[in-house]
């Protein structure tokens, strides 16, 4: 698990990566030479304070601009409440743009009393839980265990689980405090790419560790006991879930997939109760029914861009690009003359983003193949552009290079949570009115059933994967799914 830097998807953490660089960069300025000029550029580092980032989400440059296009576009964005700052409004429950995600308040072992909430997460404390000087190691170690098929642990790595978990219980019960009963994490799309995203490292390593202690409980034949992990995992995964911000997108489906072997390793262990199988699968049927909408990404992402694009009216440009980005144009150098042109051509950069993105939103009421396609068209005609005076330096080397991942993303993710649902339904033999349909394909998952076991194949794209159920006798689990069933199948 290297953190900030990449995930299992192949795709990078952009926002993350450039949280990180921008961090080594604050309180100093970065000195990038232009091989042939003889003096160093000197970058301008980014807005430190909140108040200074926050700033620019008032989007002043936007305002001012004589682009009549733009001006139209902001109208439009400020009436659909879609604005940097509307959107933070819109987030943090003052509007219902994404229903706050309720506390997991029932962890028994925790004895605190259902129902509370505590205020605003502080996102700084939160990722304190696992401080940075030591995170990375910890999660080195995490990988080193971490299992990987039916959540089985070896006979070594499950003495060094329970020796990480041991000294990690301090942490643990912090984590868990402090997570349980947030309705939402509330990362500012004030602040856009510069705001901290820490607290989903902290919340990578604390849920892996979760993951780790379920699995230390299924090897000693307790796996009832491996329910409140599950609960709080599922719980700060939905958090991740409800941001409009991609790298929490990438964590939530990151997540999701651990979730999915410790809910398959449960409800195939032997020695699970009938409760606790019924337990798990309402909770599955229910975060299947409360799945935000995937147009709550690409709005948060866009009001990101509209951050962005003040940063480079005030001359942050550079500040924006890690260092790998900057290497080739520093090679070439035009490294000074490509800030300078980023800025003289920002009004037609930004209506090309603006453009791009309100495709994106509204491409989400389409089937994820129709978006794909899309999204490939539209990355095409950016491609297209490169090398030529209409190049949008900004969103094509900052803003658009993710829109086919974070497609694949949204609909890999989805596929395979709906394809668990499938293999528990027929597991469980609860009936349905019609076959569950793979979101990515278009097509019913395709299933293998018999009297002991059920198989769901999940495809994406040239991707696939098997999840392979114990089915029970008919009246071997008294079920009460009815609620959560109706609410996934609407």
Known sequence: MMLLTKNSFGTKWRASLRTACRTLAIGSIL??????????????????????????????????????????????????????LQIDRRMSGQENLVPTVSPAANLPTLKSPAGIQTPKADLKTLAAIYPRFSRQHLADQIDGIFPTREMQLGPAELTQAHEILGRKRNERRQFAEAFRHLDRLGIPTSEGL???????????????????????????????????????VRHVAAL?????NYAARMLAAKLHRDIIQLVLAMHNHQQTSSTIREQVFESVLSDAANWPDDSILWMGERAVGLHTYELVRDGYFLSLL??????????????????????RNVDNDQTFYLQTMRRMVEATAMPYAERLNLASSMQAECESLRGTPQYPLVAGMILLTELENGIILQGEDKALWLALVTGLQQAHHVPRA????????????????????????CRWGREKKTLVLRRFPPTAVPLRTTRSQDRQSN
């Open 31 to 84: 000195l990038a030479v232009v091989a042939g000029c003889g003096k160093p550029t000197a970058v301008r580092p980014a807005p430190t304070s909140t108040e200074q980032r926050q700033a620019y989400a008032e989007l002043p440059g936007l305002r001012r601009s004589p682009q009549p296009w733009l001006q139209e576009e902001y109208s439009r964005l400020r009436g659909e409440r879609a604005l940097p």
């Open 434 to 457: 019609e076959a569950n349909v793979n979101p990515f394909t278009g097509e019913p998952f395709v299933m293998t059933v018999d009297d002991d076991s059920v198989q769901v194949e």
């Open 240 to 244: 991740c879930l409800a941001e409009g």
């Open 322 to 343: 890690s260092d790998a980005e900057m290497a080739p144009l520093r090679e070439r150098n035009i490294l000074n003359v490509t800030a300078r042109t980023a800025l």
């Open 194 to 232: 510069l705001a901290n995203l820490e607290v989903l490292d902290t919340i990578e390593v604390g849920s892996r560790l979760e993951i780790i202690h379920a699995a230390t409980l299924l090897a000693d034949n307790t796996p009832d006991a491996a329910w409140e992990s599950l609960v709080l």
